[in-house]
């Protein structure tokens, strides 16, 4: 029996498209994860190839890694950001059940939400996305009812508190007005839950639509609600380097 190199846990679990490395280690500390008939500890290294490991009493093996997808869904309003769902409500899960590979979102999107909704089933690539330390902007367009103001604006731009903390400065800029309505781009450097809502909720507006187009410099474009294809190596590429923040969100 070959001996193969160690590795992390969770970072197998996330390999073999279990779950993002972040949710791999919240099964671990759930007590949900056994090595060898073991349960797991965060922390714990595996041989992915000779160890038995089981989650939920499912087992994953490291011999049967899946190729590396890397999806862009066109998440509609309506839909829940997971694979499955508790309360019966429809999840992302049944837009990419023709896809062989084992994937699952990075990130989130909330419910009454749409846009832009990465998915894949590379554990590396989900947290390198994620990760705060790589500043990777997101850009949403928002329609707020009825009218927002210069001021309402400047307290977005410059930070807001919410839920107890202070949200990151952002860039805000006007699309479109009309009577009762105006439409807004709305770049982030964070992505806390909920946040342009509660923004929005905290200045008295409305939020009537959020989509988001684009993360990074890579864009939702022309693609179909409902719809999803495969990211391009660049645009994989683009997602992973090191981000470049313009300064506006064209």
Known sequence: ????????????????????????EELIRQGSVKVNGKIAQIGDKVDPINDKVFVQGKRIKGTALPSKRYIML????????????????????????????????VGRLDRDSEGMLLMTNDGQFANTVTHPKKDIYKVYRVTVRPGITDEQITQMTVGMMIDGYKTKPCEVRVINREEGRVVLEILLHEGRNRQIRKMCEQLGLEVARLK????????????????????????????????????NAK
């Open 1 to 24: 029996m070959a001996k193969q190199e160690l590795v992390r846990l969770q970072k197998m679990m996330a390999d073999c498209g279990v779950a993002s490395r972040r949710k791999s």
């Open 74 to 105: 066109h998440k509609p309003r309506g839909y829940v950001t997971t694979m499955s769902d508790e309360m019966g409500r429809r999840c992302v899960a049944e837009l990419v059940r023709d896809i062989p590979e084992r994937i699952y979102p």
């Open 212 to 247: 988001r187009t684009a993360i990074g410099t890579v864009k939702l474009g022309m693609l179909k609600v409902g719809d999803w294809r495969d990211l391009t190596q660049k645009e994989i590429d683009k997602l992973t380097a090191n981000p470049n923040p313009s300064g």
